[in-house]
């Protein structure tokens, strides 16, 4: 669907990050990861997400980052925190996104994005064991 019939243009897009992250480093389990790692260059952060997020909803190959990379080697990142960033991310959507549409468009994404990163940065052949699964 068109991002402008769902009401999407880059002033949604920085409100929706400069929400989200404003919440992320107010959330308990999130905040002190994210700090820890962006102490000192939040900016660049939400510069960096504002154009990954923009680059996304428009594909306009405005970001030319490594997600992956950045991740690697963050302290106290664990899997469990992706749900949780999700969560954070849906109660955003939930109060700011103009319509479902929106919502819907934006959980995909980040439900693939957090999958993408989780799989590149914790995957383990022993968690899809079928064996260890049917116990």
Avoid: C
């Avoid at 000192?40 to 990954?52: L, N, R, T, V």
């Avoid at 109060?95 to 693939?112: L, Q, S, V």
């Amino acid at each position: 669907m068109e991002m402008n019939a769902m009401g999407i243009d880059n002033a949604f897009i920085d409100r929706l990050v400069e929400t989200f992250y404003g919440r992320v480093l107010a959330h308990p389990e999130l905040g002190p990861v994210f700090d820890a790692r962006l102490s000192g260059h939040w900016p660049e952060h939400m510069a960096k997400m504002k154009s990954f997020w923009s680059s996304v909803a428009f594909r306009s190959g405005a970001y030319g980052g490594k997600p992956v990379q950045a991740h690697v080697g963050v302290a106290n990142m664990t899997p469990d925190l992706f749900p949780q960033w999700l969560e954070l991310f849906s109660a955003t959507l939930d109060d700011i996104a103009p319509n479902a549409g929106a919502k819907a468009w934006f959980m995909a994404t980040a439900e693939r994005i957090a999958k993408s990163l989780t799989l590149s940065l914790f995957y383990n052949p022993a968690l899809d064991d079928p064996a260890r699964n049917s116990a």
